[in-house]
Every structure is written in C-alpha cells, then in structure tokens.
C-alpha cells in the first residue's frame, strides 16, 4: 500500500518561505505525478501544483509565480517552496499521488504563517 | 481559474437519495471526463470516492455514483446511512492542464 508523509516546519514567518518534503513509501514515484493540495482552517481544499516523475510541472495560477515544485525520485521524495508566505497561506497542507484524481493521500501537515 | 460550484448543504434520512451537483464551465467540467469526488470527515484528508466522472475506486460502496451532463456533474448517495455524514468535494482537470475543486458541500443525515 503507498503511504505519502508530509514534513517541514509547522510555523513560517511573514515573506519568508515554506518548505515541505512528501515521502513516499510502499511503491515506485515511476510513471505518476504527485501533488500538494491545501486547505485554510475551516475552508475548502486548494489545489497548489503538480509534478512528473520526470519532473514536469504545472500549478495554479493563482500562486504560480511564488510556487516551486521539485522532485527527486532516489529519495522518494518531493517537495514544495512557497515564498514570499502571507498569513493567507496558512493551511493545512496534503502531498496526494495523481494529477487529476487522488488515491493516495498524506495525513496532512498544519502550517502556520505567523510572526 | 474559478472554483467549481457546489451548494455549501445538503441534507438526507437514512434510506434516502441526495445528489450533489458540481457546476464549471466549458473551460473545466465540459471539457473532459476527468471529473472526480472526495468525502472528508472532520480532521481528515480527504478520500477518493469517484474518479473519472462515474468510476469508484475498489472498496467504494456502489450506493455512491457520479454522472455529468454538459458543464454540471453530479454525485448521488443512495442508501443514505449515518457514516455518509460528511464535506464531499468536487474536482475538475481543465483545458489548461490544471485542476480546479468545488467549494465543498455538508451532507447531514437527518
């Protein structure tokens, strides 16, 4: 069975950036894409970005310029850069397998853009 | 992109049939078939229920099922039972090669 786990710090501070690593477990990053999703405190999920094995990207328009999505399959790991961070960003964040449905989700990491 | 359009509430008694629509655009929703829904309990991520508009991942019950027509797809409960309680959401692959959701929709079993 996959099992993707989110980590990174869980308190950023204004204009500086969050960064947080998906790892993969229990099958191959081959031939899928991988995503992060986000969701505010009592609001509904936001998609942030896609990546390729292989390292193609795509993300939302809306936070394109600030979003970097990287990949490194060796480590079975992806990884997330959002920068400069606003209070805004504050979310719980979700790394999933897919590009345009999700099987396989992570429990999810709580990050908190505060000074 | 504009979020997907879902209504916030829902509401069934167990027995009943609810059906949550998901309305976008020909840019989204009427532009291919990879529709998908999620429901997700509170504190929870989120689960996949249905994935290219009307197919259910093993393990799905068959009371859950998904259609479209045009630019609105919808998901129907049958069967309504107190553990379908929960945020169901809706996906959409778009003509730019993203990915858009629905604003979420409650369901409360009466």
């Known amino acids: 069975q996959v099992q993707l786990q989110e980590s990174g710090p869980g308190l950023v501070k204004p204009s500086e950036t969050l960064s947080l690593t998906c790892t993969v477990s229990?099958?191959?990053?081959?031939?899928?894409?991988w995503s992060w999703i986000r969701q505010p405190p009592g609001k509904g999920l936001e998609w942030i970005g896609y990546i390729s094995s292989g390292g193609s990207t795509k993300s939302n328009p809306s936070l394109r310029s600030r979003v970097t999505i990287s990949v490194d399959t060796s480590k079975s790991q992806f990884s997330l850069r959002l920068s400069p961070v606003t209070t805004a960003d504050t979310a719980m964040y979700f790394c999933?397998?897919?590009?345009?449905?999700?099987?396989?989700w992570g429990q999810g990491t709580l990050v908190t853009v505060s000074s | 992109q504009s979020a997907l359009t879902q209504p916030p509430s829902v509401s069934g008694s167990p027995g009943q049939s609810v059906t949550i629509s998901c309305t976008g655009t020909?840019?989204?929703?009427?532009?291919?078939?990879?529709v998908s829904w999620y429901q997700q309990p509170p504190g929870t991520a989120p689960k996949l229920m249905i994935y290219?508009?009307?197919n259910r991942p093993s393990g799905v019950p068959d009371r859950f099922s998904g259609s479209k027509s045009g630019n609105t797809a919808s998901l129907t409960i049958s069967g309504l039972q107190a553990e379908d309680e929960s945020d169901y959401y809706c996906?959409?692959?778009?003509?730019?090669?993203?990915?858009?959701f629905g604003g979420g929709t409650k369901l409360t079993v009466l």
């Open positions: 020909s840019s989204d929703v009427g532009s291919n078939n990879r």
């Open positions: 999933a397998r897919g590009m345009s449905y999700h099987r396989f």
């Open positions: 996906t959409s692959y778009t003509s730019s090669d993203t990915l858009v």
């Open positions: 290219e508009v009307s």
């Open positions: 229990g099958g191959s990053m081959n031939s899928y894409y």
